[in-house]
């Protein structure tokens, strides 16, 4: 090899070496593809911290294969539900992203609940907080001798999901200086929160109803035109706050495919899946797609 070729092939590798993991214009690592059919799913659930000023019960959903934990590592989801609801009523959506390969967990936050004793929208702002505590109880669980979920969580892996207010918790969980544990955003019908859509760039999803009455299609939008890293949009037309998040009803499908993929892309590093996101949510007169930054 020649001393020009030689001092080339050097440049690239301490180029590739200084790369962090999952860097913005690159793939994330490593590169495999997402689990193919799908698994039946297990439910458990328990409350964090039930002592403290914050209890914060949470919903499991994970995959099972031969009625126990399927065998692997698992990336996991934390979803975030909207004002007045419940991690229970999105199971919908929860427990098919489970059966596609993902661990997804689900708080029920103290003040946003359904059912909460001092209900109060203000506590929004704390929502992030909650979910970050979530990721590091989960962190501690995956190493926790015993635990069903032990040595199966892909605690390195993590993506934030949520709907309406939850989706304004999950843009909060993206502040300067957050974990790169956290790799992939997607918002449904929210839009952006104070000191959120910063930090280190990550993949983000935003889905928001055209004829939305409650986040005014204008709110989505310029979060998805704030997020400082690759970002697709999905525009689900003529459709309001989140009717199309419920399994049967129009358009269901095509934004459930779309989250999915972009999961496996973000979080499996699935090409194929990537490839398939402008396919899975242009389908007119349903959907459609556009991106930033492309995947």
């Known amino acids: 090899m020649g001393t020009r070729r030689l001092l080339a092939a050097l440049v690239a590798v301490l180029l590739a070496g200084c790369a962090p993991a999952g860097a913005v214009g690159g793939e994330p690592d490593p590169t495999r593809r ?93 929502q992030p907080a909650d979910c970050w505590r979530l990721i590091r109880h989960l962190v501690r669980l995956d190493s926790h001798r015993g635990d069903p979920l032990a040595g199966h969580l892909d605690v390195a892996r993590f993506a934030a999901a949520g709907h309406s207010a939850g989706g304004y918790t999950t843009a909060g969980m993206f502040s300067a200086g957050h974990s790169s544990r956290l790799r992939a955003g997607v918002i449904v019908a929210g839009g952006g929160m104070a000191g959120g859509l910063a930090g280190q760039p990550a993949p983000l999803l935003f889905v928001h109803g055209t004829a939305d009455p409650i986040v005014p299609l204008a709110v989505g939008r310029a979060a998805y035109h704030r997020a400082p890293g690759p970002a697709g949009f999905v525009s689900v037309l003529g459709q309001g706050h989140g009717e199309y998040l419920i399994p049967g009803k129009p358009a269901f499908e095509q934004v459930f495919a779309t989250i999915t993929d972009f999961l496996r892309w973000t979080l499996y590093g699935d090409r194929a899946a990537r490839d398939r996101l402008p396919a899975d949510a242009n389908s007119p007169p349903l959907t459609r797609y556009e991106s930033r930054r492309p995947f």
């Open 34 to 126: 997402a689990p193919e059919g799908t698994y039946a799913v297990g439910v458990r659930t328990f409350t964090l911290d039930p002592g403290s000023a914050r209890p914060l019960p949470v919903t499991v959903w994970y995959p099972v294969r031969d009625g126990a934990v399927a065998a692997g590592r698992f990336p996991v989801v934390i979803y975030s539900h909207g004002l007045d609801s419940l991690p229970e009523l999105h199971a919908g959506l929860t427990r098919r992203w489970a059966g596609a390969g993902f661990v997804v967990a689900a708080p029920a936050f103290p003040h946003t609940r359904r059912g909460a004793a001092r209900f109060t929208r203000a506590d929004v702002r704390h």
